[in-house]
């Protein structure tokens, strides 16, 4: 059974930096491509950023250069650490687990139950 639990959530001003956390179950860090997709309210749902078992680091495009996402195998932890917060980055952030690499959130298999990220302007 996999489990996922973010945290690190919360409200910040633009320009403020959070990191959030994923607390993960067993060896899932190391087995699994691990990733964070995130939902703006009344929209889909749109990945972020992904670390392959190899190491890989993958990022969208309207990420890149703020958002960095690590892992720490052991301790079972994946991070996502949000730079130069912009109000349009609000959003809940998931984490969750793919068996594959995998860009679009419809290719995980396994998902946290989210933390809300506010950035006010």
């Known amino acids: 059974q996999v489990q996922l639990v973010e945290s690190g959530g919360g409200l910040v001003q633009a320009g403020g930096s959070l990191r959030l956390s994923c607390a993960t179950s067993?060896?899932?860090?190391?087995?699994?491509?691990m990733g964070w997709i995130r939902q703006v309210a009344g929209k889909e749902r749109e990945f972020v950023a992904a670390?392959?078992?190899?190491?890989?680091?993958y990022y969208a495009d309207s990420v890149k250069g703020r958002f960095t996402i690590s892992r720490d195998n052991a301790k079972n932890m994946v991070y996502l650490q949000i730079n130069s917060l912009k109000p349009e980055d609000t959003a809940v952030y998931y984490c969750?687990?793919?068996?594959?690499?995998?860009?679009?959130?419809?290719?995980?298999?396994?998902w946290g139950q989210g933390t809300q990220v506010t950035v006010s302007s």
């Open positions: 969750a687990a793919a068996r594959t690499v995998v860009l679009t959130p419809g290719g995980y298999d396994y």
């Open positions: 067993g060896r899932t860090v190391s087995s699994y491509v």
């Open positions: 670390i392959s078992r190899s190491g890989l680091i």
